[in-house]
């Protein structure tokens, strides 16, 4: 039941995944535009994108939010494991434990403070002005949401390392 459960969340983040792949190739398409906008002379035409520096930062945050997960599961964020390589494998998987129950911590406590700060300025009906104005909480919302997702990513990454043997995970990449 729970491998079930974690495969049907493994193709969710996946497609997560995907669509920030599209962002960043949405993201890329306007600046292309709005750089040749701003080089070629079209008469009566604009010169450039007014907005595309202020979408392309929010797409780079978005981008960002929504491959997190992906990578968690896939051992494919930033690690430095040379202690781990360099202790006994017991050792190495009891601080591969400590690792993911700070990692999960963080994530929770992260999710928590999302939720405030997003309702604070859903309340306080903040606005973020730049070329464009849109509510500032649009911008918050996500981060919450993907710490959820991480922390449960957290969750069912502590279950393979409890499964798995006793040692170092081998789905990280390594340096050694």
Known sequence: MID????IYGRFIASLALFGCLLLLAMMLIIVADVALRNLSVTGGPQGISWSNEISE???YLVTLC???W???QGQHIRVDIVL????KKLAWILEWVGDLLGLACCMVMCLYGV??????YIDHSL???TLVTPEWWSLAPLPLVFSLLSIEMLFRMRRLWLAERGPRSD?????
């Open 4 to 7: 079930k459960l974690s495969e």
């Open 58 to 60: 929010s797409t780079l």
């Open 67 to 69: 491959v997190a997960p």
């Open 71 to 73: 990578l968690l599961r």
């Open 85 to 88: 390589q360099a202790v006994p």
């Open 116 to 121: 405030k700060a997003t309702w604070a300025s």
């Open 128 to 130: 973020s002005i730049k």
């Open 172 to 176: 990280a990449v390594s340096a050694a």
